[in-house]
């Protein structure tokens, strides 16, 4: 059983268009997050869900916007994509009292062209 | 100065080698100290997590912190190809805080 998943696993796309990448996680937790991880593997948090609710908003571009519909679910949506933007993104759990153990996402490989 | 600090590698060593991973911190407000292994193209998943200062071991992995010099240590024992991967440290400033800052991994082979 998968934990945390994400779809797509790959995108790629032109410069300009909108994207959304999903993710969904059957472990129960109530805390999730999305991750960038750059070329050089540097991994750096961008935003984090705990009930829904917005708690991390890194400084990210305001094209980045994540939507938390219910407690097992967080997306990303992304408009106006840029060559800048390609990395890969992961996504993450964890419960609000273990934020320091997290358990992450198989990540979606993002190309834009 | 970055908050984390890691030698990024890539190390090569011999299988049945030991392994020292290392990273250092500027953050004097960390308390709770992961490491983390990524295989090539997965997510990172947890492999050792210690609170505090103080030594704790799993299997063939030993994970070493020292607050006062802001350091803390990976030891893999008995080294297996299988250990190959990028090993990032994780550290977070306390029970609940949901902010993870990353090293930016070392890159490992083991050369079987």
């Known amino acids: 059983d998968t934990a945390v998943s994400q779809t797509p696993k790959y995108l790629v796309t032109q410069m300009g268009n909108d994207k959304s990448i999903k993710c969904e996680q059957n472990l129960g937790h109530d805390t999730m997050y999305w991750y960038k991880q750059d070329s050089k593997k540097f991994l750096k948090i961008m935003f984090s869900?705990?009930?829904?609710?917005?708690?991390i908003n890194e400084t990210v571009p305001n094209r980045f916007s994540p939507k938390s519909p219910d407690k097992a679910h967080l997306n990303l949506h992304i408009n106006s994509l840029e060559l800048g933007d390609s990395a890969v993104y992961f996504c993450?759990?964890?419960?609000?009292?273990?934020?320091?153990?997290?358990?992450f996402g198989p990540g979606t490989r993002l190309l834009v062209l | 100065q970055k908050e984390v600090e890691q030698d990024p590698g890539p190390l090569s060593v011999p299988e049945g080698a030991i392994v020292s991973l290392n990273c250092t911190y500027s953050?004097?407000?960390?308390?709770?100290f992961m490491w983390y292994r990524q295989y090539s193209r997965k997510g990172p998943e947890l492999l050792m997590y210690?609170?505090?200062?103080g030594n704790k071991e799993d299997g063939r992995f030993t994970a070493q912190v020292d607050k006062s010099s802001k350091y803390i240590s990976l030891f893999i024992r008995d080294s297996q190809p299988s250990d190959s991967a990028t090993y990032l440290c994780a550290m977070s400033t306390g029970a609940g805080s949901y902010q993870l800052t990353f090293g930016k991994g070392t890159k490992l082979s083991v050369i079987p």
């Open positions: 210690t609170y505090s200062s």
């Open positions: 953050n004097s407000a960390f308390q709770y």
């Open positions: 869900y705990n009930n829904k609710e917005l708690i």
């Open positions: 993450a759990s964890s419960q609000s009292d273990r934020g320091e153990t997290q358990y």
